[in-house]
């Protein structure tokens, strides 16, 4: 498939998306264009999301950090004048840190002490070293099933969490993120969420992002307050790269 083809492809898939997105706002009583599309660009090439960028999205999600950080130096070079914002949504290991702290915009998936304090170093460390100018944002990964071996801090653990992230100078505090877990019906894990950031933003006005919902359930997310969704199959579809 050409260039030509493929942006065909994906402005079709994003028209789509935003017809379920406006239909979802309305239907919650909320104004269209009220909900944010993450395009989850993992395991899809830089071409698409140069592509993707023409049509005019700037947030890309990638949860590997050693496929993300070359695809973001290879669509600075296909798309110069593009300016993206990228954030992480996968379980992120601590030794990546200081990589992350070059390239990425935010991070959605903070969810131990110990990785907020391994982000803020990073994060200090590529200011002095002149890598980027301006906090990291974060989101506190929420676990709604409390799973073992799953991302995500337990709901209980969220305000200690969200306190420590906000006495850093080197980030900056935006809210919550969350999965649906299976074992659980969508409506009630968002509820759940909301809830739980209703918490967060009382204590921390500024916290008000909601990152919540993906191609399957982001109607639920949005009637439950969803302020940002990350959406991967509906808007790229299946293909993926050879060698992610």
């Not at 999600?61 to 004048?81: F, G, I, T």
């Not at 993120?177 to 909301?194: E, G």
Request: aromatic share 2%; net charge negative; hydrophobic share 45%.
């Amino acid at each position: 498939m050409n260039d030509e083809e493929r942006r065909a492809e994906l402005a079709e898939s994003l028209r789509a998306v935003r017809q379920r997105l406006d239909a979802a706002c309305a239907a919650a009583g909320r104004p269209a264009g009220d909900v944010e599309l993450l395009a989850v660009t993992k395991t899809f090439p830089a071409r698409d999301v140069a592509l993707l960028t023409d049509l005019g999205l700037t947030a890309f999600a990638e949860n590997r950090e050693q496929e993300a950080r070359p695809k973001v130096a290879e669509l600075a070079e296909l798309r110069p004048d593009a300016a993206p914002r990228w954030h992480v949504v996968g379980q992120l290991q601590r030794n990546k840190a200081r990589s992350v702290a070059r390239w990425a915009d935010v991070v959605e998936s903070a969810d131990s002490p110990r990785l907020v304090e391994a982000l803020s170093g990073a994060v200090r460390n590529a200011w002095d070293a002149g890598e980027r100018t301006r906090p990291l944002e974060i989101l506190v990964q929420v676990n709604l099933d409390e799973a073992a071996g799953r991302g995500g801090c337990a709901p209980a653990e969220v305000p200690a969490l969200a306190e420590l992230v906000a006495t850093k100078g080197e980030l900056d505090l935006r809210g919550v993120m969350a999965v649906a877990p299976q074992t659980t019906p969508a409506d009630v894990a968002f509820d759940t969420l909301s809830l739980i950031a209703g918490r967060l933003r009382r204590e921390f006005p500024e916290a008000g992002v909601i990152s919540a919902g993906m191609s399957g359930d982001l109607e639920s997310a949005v009637a439950h307050g969803s302020t940002r969704v990350r959406v991967g199959t509906a808007l790229l579809g299946g293909r993926r790269l050879i060698s992610p």
